[in-house]
């Protein structure tokens, strides 16, 4: 018994690869701008939810079923973790998976491959946003920094010490531990 479909044909991630057949080494190119899905990065910087992605992707059919390569490219926006100042940049990933024909996978659990790790084609169609998101969020930089000579916020008063009124910027700041010596330095001397 086939499992039911529940893939979208109309979504932008679907792919269908009905006119490659089960024919290895047939193949066709997919090129594409698709709306970026929600929550495509981490907490500091990531791909802005509806923004343009640029999709360029080989499919080929192979014995074991579709491979899919190509690239990913988009663009990012982030927070500086030392200065929390915005951060925009362009990201491409190369990205590469094989969704297995459903009488494969069985065969791939049983020589020892994890079900997990495994992608299936359902039916003709292939869900391409799973393995774009194991491309692109992986290659995101884990501390995003507005450059790499950011000296970041001030710890005691958050001031931004890259602006120029902050150069030289600085706190006394004293031991609690000699505190009770300074009182002695404050006070007038008896003649």
Known sequence: MERPIDLDPRSPFVLDTHELGRRPGTMRTVTRTVPAPEDLGTAVIGIPAGSDLELDCRLEAVMEGILVSGSVRGGTVGECVRCL???????????????????????????????????????????????????????????????????????????????????????????????????????????
């Open 85 to 191: 100042d915005e951060i925009l940049g362009e990201i491409e990933v190369p990205i590469q998976e094989l969704y297995v024909y459903p009488e494969r996978a069985q065969v791939a659990v049983e020589d020892g491959d994890d079900e997990e790790d495994l992608r299936e084609l359902e039916g003709d169609l292939i869900d391409l946003e799973p393995a774009l998101r194991d491309a692109v969020v992986p290659a995101l930089p884990f501390r995003p920094v507005c450059s790499p000579e950011c000296p970041g916020l001030c710890p005691q008063c958050g001031a931004r010490l890259a602006d120029p009124e902050n150069a030289g910027h600085q706190h006394e700041v004293i031991d609690s531990r000699w505190s009770e010596l300074t009182s002695l330095f404050d006070e007038p001397k008896e003649s």
